[in-house]
């Protein structure tokens, strides 16, 4: 079982449903970390269900820690739940660092996901080799101070992306975007205008 937590209007019959996916969770990362939060409220502000949930091994959620690959089953479970509450309704996944990573990764080849954000995106540190090919709506919000992420690799990183594709740098901010979370909000917040005016 995972811990989670839905907001979402009562009774609503929403356009897109969210998830959002958090930082790694051996450095302290769960769903209520800062910058997942604001997400998370950039989807809220438009209405959108939006699901966060702790991975494997975090607060109240069963089992341990394993490596990324057992947290994209746990990403996967996530959008069995909202397939479930909302039938039919297209997701967008979200997620943070090491969540963008197992998100992101999950996210590419669910058909149930239509869109993908990363923000705080780990190119210097992991994996997206899995991403270029992918033709979904994708965002990246990224700090220009960010040490996980740094500029050169993550524009190496979108270079090879396919499009539609989307870079937002947020001057200054590092990897947590401190003081800069509104940013990153409105940055998620407009995306998902976009995203959402398609459907």
Request: proline share 7%.
């Amino acid at each position: 079982m995972l811990e989670a937590l839905l907001e979402s209007e009562p009774g609503a019959n929403p356009p897109l449903a969210i998830l959002v996916c958090h930082p790694h969770p051996v450095f302290g990362g769960t769903m209520h970390n800062k910058v997942v939060f604001h997400a998370a409220k950039a989807a809220v502000q438009l209405g959108l269900p939006c699901l966060r949930f702790n991975f494997r091994g975090v607060g109240n959620s069963e089992g341990a820690y394993a490596e990324g690959i057992g947290e994209r089953n746990d990403a996967r479970a996530a959008l069995d739940y909202l397939e479930a509450r909302f039938p039919k309704t297209p997701v967008c996944v979200m997620g943070f660092s090491f969540g963008a990573w197992v998100g992101l990764a999950a996210g590419a080849e669910d058909p149930r996901t239509i869109a993908l954000v990363g923000l705080g995106v780990p190119a210097g540190m992991m994996d997206f080799s899995f991403l270029p090919g992918v033709r979904k709506p994708k965002l990246i919000v990224q700090g220009t101070r960010d040490i996980y992420g740094p500029r050169d690799q993550v524009d190496a990183l979108f270079k090879t992306l396919q499009k539609p594709k989307q870079l937002h740098w947020v001057e200054g901010a590092d990897h947590f975007f401190a003081g800069h979370l509104d940013d990153a909000q409105t940055a998620v917040l407009n995306f998902l205008q976009e995203i959402v005016a398609t459907l």
